[in-house]
């Protein structure tokens, strides 16, 4: 079985509840996979065997019976008694004595008999009596469960903590219980035949009804009705023992009423076996003998009340006769139950093999023999029926088979001596003992015995394939469907690939091997030689061959070498890849490096030859983004990038490369024509907008890097505050992965000014956490009792600015000139005004106050020291309530994470959690014990 998850009490009460319906037995609920536990053998219930262990202890007769010869050999041992007592003149003393002492032990084996058949039929009717119920208690269950389903729910946090501890553990503690109980075996050795077989304590729809009734315990708590849910878990334990003693026969029923006098024994088996045919589909043989047993029982019953004498030998044959009639209906019964599942199995066969006459005709056949069996009322007519039937659809059945196997050129008693001669080939790969036997020798693994390999380096796993494969082939080979034999002659001819690739080679599976290595070793010096290159596809072919070495033994040899073969060749053809792009990237690199010295001497053209109020110191045209951008293309090393850069670098180098040479014709006094003098200005000016952007970025330069340094010191700062106040320091941990990141990204473009826009919002973001915590550090200083009052201040103030939210921040952002949108849809302003009371009400449910209050009495040293311990434990609690409160409860995570930054209510919000754990510990360590 699989363990149900570890439910410990210290883990939150969601977190409980969420294990909980992880459970084993839970998720299988609806299910029809329930947990089972294991043994082999296992049955639901051992009232067969029970019942066939009562038929073995009576020998064939009936109980009634076995109770008047015990009731004879009392009698017969006292007179015997009294003989030896007062023996007569003539009486033979010892033969008196040896007679009684035969007759003691006969009477002992029978007595023996007779209690272990009235402990089965106590202990099988106690079975009938809780296994009578159990779909409709499980209905029942399920009803219940999706009533309380419908419930409105409460949070747990804010239920009696007490009381929902002393529920928690309860729980716990039942639904161990019901693990257990699942877990464990009961085994009866059958008095007939000598075999254990191994009974669950509890079956799969018991398991289901106590993990229902679990299941209604904790929704009960989550309604608030802590006091029914516990009830609910006690009715679970009880329950539970209910089931566990019906199973294992710990107790006993009451004692049936007496009906019938001392017939009560036959007449009710009479009433068992009528019932039995009613409920096989033979009502009127049911009928007939109901109309017999009725008019006998009135005569008894009669006899009954008028103390008749001798009632037993006035009735008891004639209920004997009735009895064995019944009986023999009843065997006749199941003997048609069988032959008609028998006919329905051959009817779906042919079904099956494609046939449609032949299934039709057998099923009318069928339907009509069944009609028969509700009508007739002497059974050896429905046997007889049933049985021409049985033999009218086997017929067609076999002829069926025959001309399908001709047509599919299948041979059965062939794929027989197919399996049987692969079966010895097979064997042939195993060591034998001296007698001819196949020698075995323990797993290391499994530790089961298994045949002695001749060949080592053999492995296990593909014997074991063929092995399963010959199995699956052996059944399917007995089966009636042709279907089912051509998968089996399959399975054979796999298996003969099988064996004839290892007959032929016997080194085979190191050859694969050897595949395996060459593939990977391909890979390894793949990634070696190109780390950068497209790591995605090296991840996908080690997994290509992850899979071939897993799925190896299962498969056919020769599949697995080609398959192996072809994925080095496709590795070797991406190494082949993989060296175009290392080329190409170089190429790339060098002339992305080229067109960077064209830059440079264009530059140095401008700052020579061009003169003005603006004062060139080199080129800053558009080109220096986009060369940016290619150096990232080349380093991604894709294909597609590359392709990108080098299509990039042509067009820049052709711009650039034509602007530097009309650059170098104007310098040497040769006159540029219209359009070339077009082109150099236009160029030009463009240079000229990016010397001003370049020399506004460089301007902020220092300033920029100086904030850098302020936004880093802030945040050490801050970080140091919320360690002092054990407050969670993720935003900040954020706020410095940003940082690091806008710091790196701005020196790589040398955009300052757009830099210290976005560390304006960094900065922000910074000082509203650093003044949050100032604040909370505010309502800790002083003593502790101080520091409590100050802290629940701040969540009064919270709760009461929470009453006014929607009138105070919502409303007035919300007015525009066509009237306020909280009145418009999709807005619906009841539902908002209900979320702040909603949060407002499950505050006020925390008793602020008593915290504050037993805080102080935790610093008061004039108290005693036990005083102070329970002031401190009410204390943690209702902090505690709190602080689960503010980071459990949904709509209250909701407003935290949508806050209002403007509104006091928000900021009130922040500064109680960030002084709360604080207030824990301050608290916690008040008291040095």
């Known amino acids: 079985m699989t363990k149900t998850p570890n439910l410990v009490l210290d883990t939150p009460v969601d977190d409980w509840v969420t294990a909980f319906n992880r459970a084993r037995g839970w998720k299988r609920l609806r299910g029809r996979n329930e947990s089972r536990p294991d043994a082999k053998n296992l049955r639901a219930s051992p009232k067969r065997q029970l019942q066939e262990d009562r038929a073995f202890a009576l020998n064939g007769d009936r109980s009634s019976l076995l109770r008047d010869v015990i009731a004879n050999q009392e009698d017969r041992l006292q007179a015997l008694d009294a003989a030896i007592a007062n023996p007569q003149p003539d009486a033979d003393i010892d033969a008196l004595t040896l007679e009684r002492e035969a007759l003691a032990q006969e009477h002992g084996r029978d007595k023996a008999d007779l209690a272990i058949v009235d402990r089965v039929d106590a202990h099988v009717a106690q079975l009938r009596a809780v296994e009578g119920h159990l779909r409709g208690d499980l209905r029942d269950v399920r009803t219940e469960i999706r009533r309380l389903e419908e419930a409105a729910p409460v949070d747990l946090n804010v239920l009696d903590q007490d009381l929902l501890a002393q529920f928690r553990q309860q729980h716990v503690m039942v639904q161990g219980n019901v693990e257990r109980a699942r877990a464990e075996i009961m085994k009866i050795t059958s008095a007939s035949d000598g075999k254990t077989l191994s009974y669950a304590i509890i079956n799969g729809t018991e398991y289901k009804i106590l993990f229902g009734m679990l299941e209604q315990a904790i929704l009960l708590a989550g309604s608030g009705d802590l006091a029914a849910a516990t009830q609910r878990v006690a009715e679970t334990q009880t329950q539970l023992i209910a089931f566990r003693t019906a199973r294992t026969g710990a107790s006993t029923l009451p004692t049936l009423v007496n009906e019938y006098g001392d017939l009560d024994g036959p007449m009710n088996e009479v009433e068992g076996q009528i019932s039995l045919l009613r409920d096989k589909g033979m009502p009127t043989a049911a009928d007939q003998f109901g109309f017999r047993l009725e008019a006998l029982s009135v005569a008894i019953k009669q006899a009954v009340a008028t103390n008749a004498p001798d009632l037993r030998d ?97 041979d059965p008693e062939e794929l027989q001596s197919t399996l049987e001669a692969l079966d010895t080939r097979y064997e042939d790969f195993f060591k034998r003992t001296r007698s001819g036997e196949i020698a075995t020798q323990r797993d290391t693994k499994s530790g089961q015995q298994k045949g002695k390999k001749k060949n080592s380096k053999l492995p296990r796993g ?286 790589k473009s040398g955009s300052y000014i757009d830099g210290l826009g976005k560390l304006e919002g960094l900065n922000s973001r910074a000082a509203q956490i650093a003044d949050d915590a100032r604040k909370a550090s505010e309502i800790l200083d002083g003593d502790l009792a101080t520091a409590a009052s100050n802290c629940a201040n701040a969540i009064q103030l919270f709760t009461l600015k929470l009453g006014t939210f929607v009138e105070d921040i919502i409303e007035p952002v919300g007015e525009t000139d066509q009237g306020n949108q909280l009145a418009m849809p999709p807005f619906d302003a009841a539902s908002i005004n209900g979320f702040f009371t909603k949060l407002q009400s499950s505050l006020q449910k925390v008793n602020v106050a008593e915290m504050s209050t037993q805080s102080g009495h935790v610093a008061d040293r004039s108290r005693s020291l036990s005083d102070r311990k329970i002031a401190r434990k009410t204390a943690l609690q209702e902090l505690r309530k709190l602080m689960a409160l503010f980071d459990s409860f949904a709509p209250m995570q909701h407003f935290r994470s949508h806050p209002f930054a403007k509104a006091e209510a928000s900021e009130r919000l922040v500064t109680a959690r960030q002084a709360l754990p604080r207030l824990e510990m301050r608290l916690l360590t008040a008291i040095k014990d």
């Open 462 to 747: 593909a014997l074991e394939e063929i092995e399963l494969q010959m199995l699956a082939a052996r059944q399917l080979i007995e089966s009636d469907s042709v279907d089912a034999l051509k998968t089996a002659d399959e399975y054979l001819e796999g298996v003969a690939n099988f064996i004839a690739a290892i007959e032929q080679d016997p080194n085979i599976y190191v050859h694969l091997e050897k595949g395996f290595t060459d593939v990977e070793k391909s890979i390894a010096k793949t990634k070696k030689l190109y780390p950068l290159y497209e790591p995605g596809r090296l991840l996908d072919f080690t997994a290509e061959l992850d899979a071939l070495r897993a799925s190896h033994l299962t498969r056919l040899q020769e599949k697995v070498t080609r398959d192996t073969e072809e994925l080095h060749e496709r590795v070797m053809q991406f190494r082949a890849e993989m060296l175009e792009l290392q080329t190409l990237k170089r190429a790339l690199v060098t002339q992305a490096d080229g067109v960077d010295k064209i830059i440079k001497k264009i530059g140095e053209r401008l700052k020579k030859d061009e003169t003005g109020i603006i004062q060139f110191d080199g080129y800053y045209g558009p080109e220096i983004a986009r060369m940016a951008t290619i150096r990232d293309q080349i380093a991604e090393r894709s294909p597609a990038s590359l392709r990108q850069a080098a299509a990039g670098l042509v067009e820049i180098n052709g711009n650039l490369g034509w602007l530097l040479s009309l650059l170098e014709k104007r310098k040497a006094g040769n006159d540029l024509d219209e359009t070339e003098s077009e082109y150099v200005q236009g160029l030009i000016g463009v240079a000229r907008s990016g010397q001003l952007d370049h020399d506004a970025n460089e301007a902020k330069k220092s300033d920029f890097n100086s904030g850098i340094s302020d936004l880093t010191r802030k945040l050490s700062e801050t970080k140091q505050l919320l360690e002092h106040l054990k407050g969670d320091p993720s935003e900040i941990t954020s706020l410095e992965a940003e940082r690091d990141g806008l710091e790196a990204e701005t020196k």
């Open 314 to 410: 006035t009735f008891l044959k004639e209920v004997t006769d009735l009895s064995q009639e019944t009986i023999e209906a009843r065997n006749i019964a199941l003997q048609v139950l069988q032959l008609w599942a028998d006919i329905r199995t051959d009817i779906a066969t042919l079904r099956a093999n494609g046939h449609r006459v032949r299934p039709e005709r057998c099923q009318r056949k069928l339907d009509e023999s069944i009609r028969l069996a509700e009508v007739q009322a002497h059974m050896p007519l429905v046997l007889e029926d049933v049985r021409e039937v049985a033999d009218y659809v086997r017929t067609r059945l076999d002829r069926a088979k025959d001309q399908d196997l001709r047509r599919a050129n299948l």
